[in-house]
């Protein structure tokens, strides 16, 4: 109504101008008396602290993560798992103020899968200061013929530390958003011979998290190469 009022022709600009104020009051206490108290939750900047870490000599921290697929530990049968076809992980990094301050967060995806072979990477999405995801075969059994059967990868994320801001790399969680089921890897130390797939098996839970969280990033993380320790994280099926 009080926009309808505005646009009326300047025939009527004296009448319209002197109910814009009682128009403006009527809404206001129509608005509080239609809000009720106690129920907006109030926003609060997240405040975080981080020493400098290593000075990188291209500006790049590498975070890792270490994955494996094995059964939970109330399944029948321990032993390890290969997905049907993998997993897609959210990555956050959170860059932190020497002093303490507000935090700066980031955000990256990307998608593993086995292909029978080996692990691949699809789906990468990067953000302005996280910029390369790469991958680290992990380990085989043989199951004859040439054909190999994994459980585990790792997952290197290069990231720019500090940031812009000068705020630096404080940690990297990361989270899955989609698990695929597996199967059993049966015999996965070949001692009996070559390894093969048992049954199928499912996620036992809807996602798995796991934080790359440091004291400080090290020299060690200046390169991005498969000898990096971070975090590691085990995806469990029943």
Same mark, same amino acid.
């Given at each position: 109504?009080?926009?309808?009022?505005?646009?009326?022709?300047?025939?009527?600009?004296?009448?319209? $101008?002197?109910?814009?104020?009682? $128009?403006?009051?009527?809404?206001?206490?129509?608005?509080?008396?239609?809000?009720?108290?106690?129920?907006? @939750?109030?926003?609060?900047?997240?405040?975080?602290?981080?020493?400098?870490?290593?000075?990188?000599?291209?500006?790049?921290?590498?975070?890792?993560?270490?994955?494996?697929?094995?059964?939970?530990?109330?399944?029948?049968?321990?032993?390890? *798992? !290969? @997905?049907?076809?993998?997993?897609?992980?959210?990555?956050?990094?959170?860059?932190?103020?020497?002093?303490?301050?507000? !935090?700066?967060?980031?955000?990256? /995806?990307?998608?593993?899968?086995?292909?029978?072979?080996?692990?691949?990477?699809?789906?990468?999405? $990067?953000?302005?200061?996280?910029?390369? *995801?790469?991958?680290?075969?992990?380990?085989?059994?043989?199951?004859?013929?040439?054909? *190999?059967? #994994?459980?585990?990868?790792?997952?290197?994320?290069?990231?720019?530390?500090?940031?812009?801001?000068?705020?630096?790399?404080?940690?990297?969680?990361?989270?899955?958003?989609?698990?695929?089921?597996?199967? $059993? *890897?049966?015999?996965?130390?070949?001692?009996?011979?070559?390894?093969?797939?048992?049954?199928?098996? #499912?996620?036992?839970? @809807?996602?798995?998290?796991?934080?790359? !969280?440091?004291?400080?990033?090290?020299?060690?993380?200046?390169?991005?190469?498969?000898?990096?320790?971070?975090?590691?994280?085990?995806?469990? /099926? !029943?």
């Amino acid at each position: 109504m009080a926009v309808l009022l505005v646009h009326r022709s300047r025939a009527n600009a004296g009448s319209v $101008l002197a109910l814009v104020p009682v $128009l403006l009051l009527a809404l206001v206490i129509g608005m509080l008396a239609g809000t009720p108290t106690g129920d907006v @939750p109030p926003v609060y900047a997240a405040y975080c602290t981080q020493p400098a870490n290593y000075p990188c000599g291209d500006g790049r921290t590498t975070s890792a993560l270490a994955v494996t697929h094995h059964t939970s530990p109330g399944h029948g049968t321990s032993t390890v *798992v !290969e @997905p049907d076809t993998g997993e897609t992980w959210a990555i956050t990094a959170q860059w932190c103020p020497t002093a303490g301050g507000q !935090e700066n967060l980031e955000y990256a /995806y990307a998608t593993v899968s086995w292909s029978g072979s080996q692990w691949q990477l699809s789906n990468v999405t $990067l953000s302005n200061n996280i910029v390369g *995801v790469s991958i680290c075969q992990g380990d085989t059994c043989d199951a004859g013929g040439g054909a *190999v059967h #994994s459980r585990s990868y790792k997952l290197l994320v290069e990231i720019n530390d500090p940031d812009p801001g000068g705020n630096n790399l404080n940690k990297v969680d990361y989270v899955t958003t989609s698990v695929s089921d597996g199967y $059993l *890897v049966m015999d996965p130390t070949e001692t009996q011979g070559d390894c093969y797939l048992g049954s199928s098996v #499912s996620p036992s839970a @809807p996602s798995f998290v796991a934080t790359d !969280e440091p004291y400080t990033f090290t020299v060690a993380r200046c390169t991005t190469n498969c000898d990096i320790t971070g975090a590691s994280v085990t995806l469990y /099926y !029943e």
